[in-house]
């Protein structure tokens, strides 16, 4: 029996939505937790069906967190600790209604807040598949900047080697720092292979215009996947 609920949640006293999808609803629980802050998840179903397909094996839970798309309202108070309080709180509401501990899958920030959230209460976590957290950012920072100064120096190119040398060594607290040094990691293939900064910016906000507003929205929308 196919699984497709559009629901919101009650955490950190404060509407949250999840979307719920999956074959059959004895598959394993699987919630997925975006990077962020600030990139909702919902609204991006169809893409990650489409190229993971995960939705045959797996109840997936696509959560907007507070602050972000359908739960975007929900703003206020977005701290580490208040993330991690919201994760424990829906593994929570996910273990009362599917009667077993869910596996997680999170990225960047949401590598984070789950692997706090697992280490608070690991009888709700089945499994962690952690892409991205943040760690050691100073050691991130470096390790960024040093890939985009060999490839612009394997490569020749001189543009990038001059804006780089300009922003000399993190950290790199401004925005034009910042985005000088993510526009080429981006362009030399350090984040998405084949993806230049401008395409990974410009994708990123297309999914944010093109988000649901209203929970009517996304239900009237095509749903996808399997």
Not at 95 to 117: D, L, M, P, Q, V
Not at 174 to 182: D, I, M, N, V
């Amino acid at each position: 029996m196919h699984v497709d609920s559009l629901e919101p949640v009650e955490l950190g006293g404060l509407t949250q939505w999840i979307r719920v999808r999956g074959a059959d609803p004895d598959l394993p629980v699987l919630l997925l937790m975006q990077q962020g802050p600030g990139l909702p998840i919902i609204n991006e179903v169809r893409s990650y069906e489409k190229h993971l397909r995960l939705e045959k094996d797996f109840i997936v839970v696509y959560w907007d967190q507070r602050g972000t798309g359908l739960s975007a309202c929900a703003a206020a108070d977005i701290t580490t600790a208040r993330m991690v309080d919201d994760t424990v709180e829906l593994l929570e509401v996910l273990r009362e209604r599917f009667g077993r501990a869910a596996h997680i899958a999170g990225f960047s920030f949401g590598a984070t807040y789950a692997a706090h959230a697992a280490a608070r209460r690991p009888d709700l976590v089945a499994s962690l598949i952690l892409t991205g957290m943040d760690i050691d950012i100073p050691a991130a920072e470096s390790a960024g900047l040093r890939f985009a100064w060999q490839s612009a120096t394997a490569s020749g190119n001189r543009r990038a080697l001059r804006q780089l040398r300009r922003i000399g060594a993190p950290p790199h607290v401004t925005a034009k720092q910042f985005g000088t040094r993510a526009r080429w990691v981006s362009n030399f293939g350090g984040v998405t292979v084949a993806a230049t900064y401008n395409k990974i910016f410009r994708t990123t906000v297309s999914s944010l215009f093109a988000r649901p507003t209203t929970p009517s929205q996304l239900r009237s929308a095509p749903s996808g996947g399997s």
